[in-house]
């Protein structure tokens, strides 16, 4: 494939997988190899769930097979900030506070991504509570100088 997948906006993506063009599972794969090509520069992503992503997207492809998809978002690589409850999965929210935080429900927003088809790779670090700068920054991907800031 010519073109990079990990930088396919949603709706290339969207309509790639719809096409049979590429598979949830590579647009995963893709997604994960960049983030572990920017971490050690920009250290923007906290509670990873490389192994639960690649097994949702593996579902995904495997309804795609059957001609049936959950919706326009099924198979497709998202994070969320830190600050979005995800049942089972740690929200932080940036604060020593919530390091132990292992939320039980999904916020809606979460929730409905999920539904959609939806895979979650990792939660993105945020400042604590998306307000204060006492807490490590995630770096710009594009210019490590900068940072993404709080509720950003």
Avoid: C
Wanted: charge should be negative.
């Amino acid at each position: 494939m010519s073109q990079d997948i990990a930088f396919l906006s949603t709706i290339e993506a969207a309509s790639m997988l719809s096409n049979g063009d590429v598979s949830s599972i590579e647009l995963t794969q893709a997604a994960l190899s960049q983030a572990d090509r920017m971490e050690p520069h920009t250290t923007p992503l906290i509670h990873r769930l490389d192994e639960r992503a690649l097994a949702q997207a593996a579902e995904s492809d495997a309804r795609r097979s059957q001609k049936i998809t959950l919706g326009p978002l099924d198979g497709i690589p998202y994070t969320l900030k830190d600050i979005i409850d995800v049942a089972g999965v740690p929200t932080g929210a940036g604060s020593k506070l919530y390091e132990n935080n292992i939320p039980t429900a999904s916020a809606t927003s979460a929730a409905r991504l999920e539904e959609s088809g939806a895979i979650l790779l990792a939660k993105a670090r945020s400042h604590e509570f998306a307000w204060g700068g006492t807490t490590l920054p995630a770096r710009n991907a594009w210019d490590p100088s900068r940072i993404p800031g709080g509720s950003s």
